[in-house]
């Protein structure tokens, strides 16, 4: 399951099929042969591929799929739909009256009136009698000379037998280099799969972030939707072992991974639990990095999936704004959370871990010159920080909904500039609109009444249709109008304010009183 898919065109099966007329190379094939059953396709266009029998061997193709797919479509003549398109391997001709002087191929996908062709899934499988009263004698000949040519060539093949799946992935992943590079997912996904049991990994991490007809309960509904496949193999990983390094993952045993499958999914969902309801941050897309879900799941794993104690969720906390906010996962992810694990076996005792003290310290003045961006993990700790105080649209104070699709890219529906863009141009041509300290979340239909007015002009036309004006302005980190120059119009006094609320409240996340 981890190859690609077949997609060469009858043009690139010909002239496979033209170089084996002619006798040259064309490649090794390399099977790895095993009783082990993995995950792999059954079906070849309209042609479903018989299944081994139970106790036998099955030969899978580790090199030369391609080809080897090729060559069986045409043999047995199959059609392939392929972008809405459907291939007719019969559609691939043996031209008979082939002059090496003038022709470059033997074998085409595409006929010319002058000459005689017979297509080689006919050539294959009938006799040049059939054909002798419309080709006549000499090209009857040559039917059965190329005939015996393809039926009689001397495949190149490797056949690895009875050796562990690592090794054959391992064999699969060197050969490929020119191609797309093996990922430790799909590894995993051929190796933990279990025919027996209904363990197709690949299947469980659908149906964990999608659900399923029988398993209501999914990412997807809690809004956590892009987490990643590699996040949900380091929690496996760290809940079995206590390791995420790749290559204690490729370690864990079928058996043990299996096992270890459900209690993960239910800590993981513990953990979206307590971001969702404790850190108030409603939406995968606003995490720092994905893989923060990975010590949080081991969390909830090793206390049973109890709720936090007040204490827990004060360190819990102050580690989440931790990674953040100090751009931890940034680079050697492995080791760091391998370390990180440490800290979270203290939190489970209610024991502070030690941190650096100048990671702990936030100024509003390095939030006052830092640009807005959606893609760093410092911005989008900010940003979680704003979903925590549950914003409200300024024009009605209604809830702000929050989606992953409207927070991708900085231009986004749900990110407003509250000195807009356009007003900031054009009246401070010398300041910078687009800072993390001028963004505020709020819906697309609130955004569309403020376009580029000034902030004096639109808050004044707000208080009109929302008496809560000045509570909906504090779910912002946003004070009284006057105060944050909001009624004057001043950008350079919004910022400053802006930035200082800020960084208070971050400070406040980062040094909790237990």
């Known amino acids: 399951m981890f190859q690609r898919e077949f997609v060469w ?8 099929i033209d170089s084996i007329l002619k006798g040259y190379p064309i490649g090794t094939f390399i099977l790895w042969k095993t009783k082990e059953t993995l995950r792999s396709v059954k079906d070849i266009g309209n042609h479903k591929l018989p299944d081994t029998p139970k106790g036998d061997y099955a030969q899978y193709i580790l090199d030369g799929q391609q080809r080897i797919t090729s060559l069986y479509a045409i043999r047995k003549g199959i059609r392939i739909t392929k972008d809405k398109k459907e291939i007719d391997y019969k559609d691939i001709f043996v031209n008979l009256d082939y002059d090496p002087l003038t022709d470059e191929q033997i074998v085409t996908s595409q006929q010319e ?19 002798i009263e419309d080709i006549g004698k000499e090209k009857a000949k040559k039917f059965q000379e190329y005939k015996t040519n393809l039926t009689t060539y001397d495949f190149a093949t490797i056949t690895i037998k009875d ?12 050969i490929n280099t020119g191609g797309k590079p093996l990922t430790l997912f799909e590894i995993m996904v051929a190796m933990t799969y279990d025919e027996a049991r209904g363990f197709d990994l690949a299947l469980k991490y659908e149906e964990l972030v999608y659900g399923s007809d029988e398993v209501a309960k999914s990412l997807a509904k809690a809004k956590f939707e892009t987490i990643p496949a590699a996040a949900v193999l380091q929690a ?14 490729l370690k864990i045993g079928r058996e043990k991974f ?19 309801t404790k850190l108030h941050v409603p939406v995968s897309q606003l995490l720092p990095y994905s893989s923060l879900l990975v010590p949080l799941t081991y969390f909830f794993f090793k206390n049973d999936n109890k709720r936090p104690t007040e204490s827990q969720s004060k360190l819990l906390k102050q580690f989440f704004y931790w990674v953040g906010l100090n751009w931890r996962y940034s680079g050697s992810t492995e080791t760091k959370i391998a370390e990180d694990l440490k800290k979270i076996g203290l939190i489970l005792k209610e024991r502070k871990p030690k941190y650096p003290s100048d990671e702990l310290t936030v100024s509003a003045e390095d939030i006052a010159e830092t640009w807005f961006s959606a893609g760093n993990s410092y911005i989008k700790t900010i940003l979680c920080l704003l979903a925590s ?21 900085a231009s986004s529906r749900n990110y407003h500039h509250f000195f807009p863009k356009a007003y900031v141009n054009k009246h401070f041509k010398d300041s910078e609109p687009n800072l993390i300290a001028n963004i505020t979340l709020i819906d697309s239909a609130s955004n569309n009444k403020i376009r580029a007015k000034a902030p004096s002009l ?7 249709s929302n008496s809560k004006l000045s ?3 504090k779910s912002h980190f946003i004070g009284t109008p006057k105060s944050y120059g909001v009624l004057d119009d001043d950008y350079e006094k919004f910022i400053d304010k802006r930035s200082t609320a800020i960084a208070a409240a971050l400070n406040e996340a980062l040094n909790p009183e237990l």
């Open 389 to 409: 105080q549950k914003p409200r649209n300024l024009d009605d104070d209604s809830d702000v909904i929050l989606d992953n699709s409207n927070l991708k890219i």
């Open 458 to 464: 639109y808050v004044g036309e707000f208080e009109g």
């Open 113 to 131: 009136d002058q000459n005689t062709y017979v297509s080689v899934h006919d050539l294959l499988t009938s006799d040049a009698l059939d054909f």
């Open 236 to 249: 496996v990983a760290a809940i079995a072992v206590g390791s995420i390094r790749a290559k204690d993952i």
């Open 9 to 16: 065109d009858k043009e690139q099966s010909a002239k496979l």
């Open 163 to 174: 050796y562990p799946i690592e090794i054959a992935c391992d064999v699969f992943a060197r």
């Open 471 to 473: 509570s909906t302005l």
């Open 258 to 276: 299996i096992m270890n499958w459900d209690p993960m999914v239910s800590s993981m969902f513990s953990a979206v639990d307590f971001i969702r």
